[in-house]
């Protein structure tokens, strides 16, 4: 059974500082880096800096979706996080499924703890990708 959320339970205004902050500084770098110093860096070297624009978007982007998803059970919309990221598949469609996955799975009641696991589930696949598909390319 779900531990009710108080109607009025909000984050601190500092987390949302930090999302956005993570979100607009991953933007400005990949702006940075593929628009005004793309020349400057080799195949390999863009490969290599992807960790520093893209895990600052993945958290900045996975704070705001939890936000709003502790918002929806503390509205009393939802019991869960699961059940939250479901209804939220259910308006979007089936291809929100692959971005709320890890929603889908966690239960944490923190929407920084369930950033830092979402960019973490990220950078595996990330990594996934670098390894095993971007060298056979």
């Known amino acids: 059974m779900p531990?009710?959320?108080p109607a009025g339970a909000t984050e601190p205004i500092g987390l949302t500082a930090l999302y956005v902050t993570a979100l607009i500084g991953g933007l400005m770098g990949a702006?940075?880096?593929?628009?005004?110093?793309?020349?400057?860096?080799?195949?390999?070297?863009?490969?290599?800096?992807?960790?520093?624009?893209?895990?600052?978007?993945?958290?900045?982007?996975?704070g705001f979706v939890s936000q709003r998803l502790l918002r929806r059970i503390a509205s009393g919309r939802a019991g869960t996080l699961g059940e939250a990221a479901r209804i939220t598949i259910d308006v979007a469609g089936h291809w929100a499924a692959l971005v709320l996955f890890p929603?889908?799975?966690?239960?944490?009641?923190?929407?920084?703890?369930?950033?830092?696991?979402?960019?973490?589930?990220?950078?595996?696949?990330?990594?996934?990708?670098?390894?095993?598909?971007?060298p056979s390319l």
Do not use: D, H, Q
């Open 31 to 62: 702006g940075l880096i593929y628009m005004v110093m793309f020349n400057e860096f080799s195949e390999s070297e863009l490969v290599t800096i992807t960790p520093l624009w893209f895990f600052p978007i993945v958290f900045g982007l996975y």
């Open 103 to 134: 929603f889908l799975v966690l239960k944490w009641r923190s929407s920084l703890l369930v950033s830092l696991a979402a960019a973490l589930f990220w950078a595996v696949l990330l990594w996934l990708f670098f390894t095993a598909v971007f």
């Open 3 to 5: 531990v009710p959320v």
